[in-house]
């Protein structure tokens, strides 16, 4: 490589918009939790996008997600029992294990009634589907 194309390529690789160009590829979330059956999905995602100074209640969000329904689920308080864990949001309260959950609606919250039996997923990517929904979230609120 001759001088003149080693300058050109520390140009271009100290410009600040193309360090930016690589910033938009980082995710900006993380799938902490994921769990489904046929007709839901409900995810607890960290937000990369913010200084993990933020509240807490800015960084992380538990989504529940059907086909015709997208809910941020209001957190009020978790607790963990062995291998349980509880989350209790106003809309319901989640249960889990490694393997299985369940998530119990609060009557005449939301449009889901009854314990909707669900499977844990351990995977930290998910769906490309799943994961284009939980993006334009995140660029609603940004908005």
């Not at 160009?21 to 900006?28: E, F, L, M």
């Not at 995810?43 to 941020?72: A, G, N």
């Not at 939301?110 to 334009?136: C, D, F, W």
Request: glycine content about 6%; some cysteine.
């Amino acid at each position: 490589m001759n001088n003149t194309a080693k300058t050109h390529c520390n140009t271009l690789r100290n410009n600040p918009r193309n360090k930016q160009s690589h910033a938009v590829n980082k995710p900006s979330f993380k799938v902490l939790f994921h769990l489904s059956n046929e007709t839901i999905d409900i995810v607890e995602i960290k937000r990369l996008d913010l200084p993990d100074t933020e509240e807490k209640s800015e960084l992380f969000h538990w989504l529940l997600l059907s086909d015709k329904h997208f809910q941020r689920l209001s957190f009020v308080s978790m607790s963990v029992t062995g291998d349980r864990q509880n989350r209790c949001f106003r809309e319901g309260l989640l249960e889990f294990t490694d393997s299985k959950g369940r998530f119990t609606p609060v009557p005449g919250c939301g449009r889901r009634t009854g314990a909707e039996e669900l499977a844990v997923h351990q995977l930290e990517k998910p769906s490309a589907k799943l994961g284009q929904r939980i993006k334009n979230y995140l660029s609603g609120i940004q908005a």
